[in-house]
Every structure is written in structure tokens, then in C-alpha cells.
């Protein structure tokens, strides 16, 4: 069986590797090893050592090199939301914390360059589904460009949906909007998850394709999209 490797950006308290542990029921050919984690939070970090023994701690994004980490296949970056959210203060990606996102774009281009292009295969994001509406969807866009590295037009509607793709870019991209309520968690928590394949065109079938991951049949086909949220995505064919 292939083993991924995984490093986790902002980690908080280890979600992302916690999720990497976790049997999804789905023969995948391959298991997720989480090798490194950069956080900054002191009660944060000492949650992941005691649960992620091995797990190595590299700090600070803004001070962490891309080209001198150990490489891996897969990076995830729950970037801060405080901004993006409309909880907030709408600074967008102009604020000291949103803003932090364009340093885990910075680390994940340093790493490729320095691996001639083959770490990390996958990227995945996290955030609030403010981020669509922040700085009126103009921080969401900026999302999309910096991710593929192209120029993405705004959607004709002015508004993004809460599902798309965009094809041509550097990376193929997929984003959807997913609520903990139907991952087994008793809450509404609506975030927005995006996933960028550097070594394909995966990033939809990962996203959109149904999943029987659960025995509850309420929950059996939650890892897909219905057809009324396909129907209402963006496809974008980056320029």
C-alpha cells in the first residue's frame, strides 16, 4: 500500500492530521502520514505533540522556507478566517491574518521549485464561506488566482457558488462548501474546502463524487454533490 505524506500549515490543534489518521472506508490504495505541522500557539502545539508524537514542529509560516522543510505530497493550510469571516471586519486578504495565506502560497511554490515539481502533488485549503463575499468576492478570486497561478474572470452573476472548478490553471482546482452536520458532528458548520491537484485532474472527482463512507444511509453519501449544487457551481476555464 502507497503511504502520502502530509504537511499541515496553521495547524491549530492538529485537525488535518487527525483527519489523515482516520479509515475512511474506502479502499484509496494509500495511507496519509502526517510529517510536519507549523503553528505558533503554545497550547496549540502542545495538544499536537501529545497526540502526534512524531510529528516535527517547524514554526512560524512567515519564517518557514518552502525549499528547506522536508518535502511531502499533500499541504493543507486552514488559513486564519478572522478576516474573510462576516463576523468580522471585512479586511479580506489585506488583513494581518487572512493575509498569512499568501505565505503558505509562497512556501508550497518554494517547495515545488525546489523538488523540480513533484512535492506536494495536493493542496487543500479550508476557510469561512465569507471568503466568497469578502471585498465583494474580489478576496475569493484572489484565492483562485494565486492557487492556479492564472487569471480567473468573476462570475457573471457577480457572486460565487458554493461549488466550482477551474481547468487550464497550473493546478487543477475544485472547491465546495461541506457542513460538519453531515460528517457525524452535531452542529451546523459550514466551510469552504478547496483542493488543487498538481499531478492531474482530481481535484473534482475527490470533491464531487459520491462516497459511501458512513453506515448511516442520512450520512452514506455526504462526501458527494447533489445535482442542483452542480448545476449552480462555476466552471472556469482559467487564462
Avoid at 493543507?76 to 499568501?102: E, H, M, V, W, Y
Avoid at 457573471?156 to 481547468?167: I, L, Y
Wanted: glycine share 12%; net charge positive.
Amino acid at each position: 500500500m502507497k503511504q502520502l505524506t502530509l504537511g499541515s500549515l496553521f495547524d491549530g490543534i492538529g485537525g488535518f492530521c487527525y483527519a489523515a489518521g482516520i479509515p475512511s472506508g474506502i479502499d484509496t490504495g494509500c495511507t496519509i502520514k502526517p510529517l510536519w505541522a507549523a503553528e505558533v500557539e503554545p497550547n496549540c502545539i502542545d495538544i499536537t505533540r501529545y497526540r502526534f508524537k512524531d510529528v516535527m514542529h517547524v514554526g512560524s509560516v512567515t519564517e518557514l522556507k518552502g525549499d528547506e522543510i522536508q518535502p511531502v505530497d499533500i499541504i493543507t493550510f486552514g488559513s486564519p478566517c478572522q478576516d474573510l469571516s462576516i463576523a468580522g471586519k471585512r479586511k479580506g486578504l489585506k488583513g494581518n491574518r487572512s493575509g498569512l495565506f499568501t505565505h503558505a502560497i509562497r512556501i508550497i511554490r518554494e517547495m515545488r521549485l525546489a523538488t523540480n515539481g513533484k512535492y506536494p502533488t495536493f493542496i487543500i485549503w479550508e476557510n469561512v464561506p465569507g471568503a466568497f463575499s469578502s471585498n465583494n468576492g474580489e478576496d475569493f478570486r484572489a484565492v483562485l488566482e494565486k492557487v492556479t497561478n492564472a487569471n480567473i474572470p468573476m462570475p457573471a452573476s457577480g457572486k460565487w457558488a458554493t461549488a466550482g472548478m477551474v481547468r487550464g490553471g497550473e493546478v487543477d482546482t475544485a472547491w465546495r462548501v461541506l457542513d460538519a452536520q453531515y460528517w457525524g458532528v452535531p452542529q451546523r458548520r459550514k466551510r469552504i474546502y478547496l483542493i488543487g491537484d498538481f499531478g492531474g485532474q482530481r481535484a473534482g472527482e475527490i470533491l464531487f463524487k459520491p462516497r459511501p463512507l458512513f453506515q448511516n444511509p442520512d450520512l452514506r453519501n455526504a462526501g458527494g454533490v447533489s445535482a442542483a449544487e452542480a448545476n449552480r457551481g462555476n466552471f472556469i476555464e482559467a487564462g
